[in-house]
């Protein structure tokens, strides 16, 4: 009968080593950046001419009345995309921007503003892809009436395939970093876990076509080249 209390006081020590004891962890799935021993950045560049051009072009009139003013923003605007088809620029290629009109007035002298008429705009973004007809494309829209033109953007049609160049680059850049890294830490260099690209590309290049003369020369606008730049970071092993 004695040894009855006895089990009951192990199975009571038990039970409390049990309860306090710690739960066994579970188990994570590591990530390639746990795996990684070495992570590097490496930068790639290319330089490419670009393919074709985005400009925007537009009018800008006022009038007494906005009926008045958005008539004579249609006629001029009328003009301004006939001088576009006429210089070849297709029909799907030129798109409306923004259109507004907006009441216009006087600056105040007695603390109240005055209207005095009514601001009509219509702008468009127009896609040229003979970028040697640009200049001459940008005086017909000024002969044509457009009271505004210009904000050349010069762009690439497969930007991707350019920057697969620079892609490359990028990763032989991280690798030789890391190598430098692995060699003075006297460790062996392994396979690669992760690589990751920094969003971003490179900044358009800008430009603005000034109203001239009739008979004056034609506007010169030099597309040049682009310097394409990817920015991507590198996770490495090392070899065991």
Same mark, same amino acid.
């Given at each position: 009968?004695?040894? /009855? +209390?006895?089990?009951?006081?192990?199975?009571? @020590?038990?039970?409390?080593?049990?309860?306090?004891? +710690?739960?066994?962890?579970?188990?994570?799935?590591?990530?390639?950046?746990?795996? $990684?021993?070495?992570?590097?950045?490496?930068?790639?560049?290319?330089?490419?001419?670009?393919?074709?051009?985005?400009?925007?072009?537009?009018?800008?009139?006022?009038?007494?009345?906005? #009926?008045? &003013?958005?008539?004579?923003?249609?006629?001029?605007?009328? *003009?301004?995309?006939?001088?576009?088809?006429?210089?070849?620029?297709?029909?799907?290629?030129?798109?409306?921007?923004?259109?507004?009109?907006?009441? #216009?007035?006087?600056? +105040?002298?007695?603390? %109240?503003?005055?209207?005095?008429?009514?601001?009509?705009?219509?702008?468009?973004?127009?896609?040229?892809?003979?970028?040697?007809?640009?200049?001459?494309?940008?005086?017909?829209?000024? $002969?044509?009436?457009?009271?505004?033109?210009?904000?050349?953007?010069?762009?690439? @049609?497969?930007?991707?395939?350019?920057?697969?160049?620079?892609?490359?680059?990028?990763?032989?850049? @991280?690798?030789?970093? $890391? %190598?430098?890294?692995?060699? &003075?830490?006297?460790?062996?260099?392994?396979?690669? #876990?992760?690589?990751?690209?920094?969003?971003?590309? &490179?900044?358009?290049?800008?430009?603005? $076509?000034?109203?001239? +003369? @009739? /008979? *004056?020369? &034609?506007?010169?606008?030099?597309?040049?080249?682009?310097?394409?730049?990817?920015?991507?970071?590198?996770?490495? *092993?090392?070899?065991?």
């Amino acid at each position: 009968m004695r040894a /009855m +209390p006895g089990r009951i006081v192990f199975a009571a @020590a038990c039970a409390v080593v049990c309860a306090i004891a +710690p739960a066994p962890a579970r188990a994570q799935t590591p990530t390639p950046a746990d795996e $990684a021993a070495i992570v590097v950045g490496g930068e790639g560049s290319v330089t490419a001419a670009p393919d074709y051009a985005q400009i925007r072009a537009g009018v800008i009139t006022k009038a007494k009345t906005a #009926v008045e &003013a958005t008539d004579a923003n249609a006629r001029q605007m009328t *003009a301004v995309i006939a001088a576009l088809t006429n210089a070849g620029i297709a029909k799907t290629d030129i798109q409306t921007a923004q259109f507004s009109v907006q009441p #216009v007035y006087a600056s +105040p002298v007695s603390g %109240e503003q005055r209207l005095t008429g009514f601001s009509a705009s219509n702008q468009l973004t127009i896609k040229i892809l003979k970028l040697d007809k640009l200049g001459d494309i940008l005086d017909r829209l000024v $002969a044509a009436g457009a009271t505004d033109a210009g904000n050349v953007t010069f762009l690439h @049609a497969d930007l991707s395939k350019v920057l697969d160049q620079a892609r490359q680059a990028a990763v032989a850049d @991280a690798r030789r970093k $890391a %190598e430098v890294y692995a060699h &003075a830490a006297g460790v062996n260099l392994g396979a690669v #876990v992760f690589i990751s690209e920094a969003s971003g590309g &490179a900044a358009p290049v800008f430009a603005r $076509a000034l109203a001239a +003369p @009739a /008979m *004056a020369a &034609a506007t010169p606008i030099m597309s040049g080249e682009d310097t394409l730049r990817v920015h991507i970071t590198v996770g490495f *092993a090392l070899a065991h």
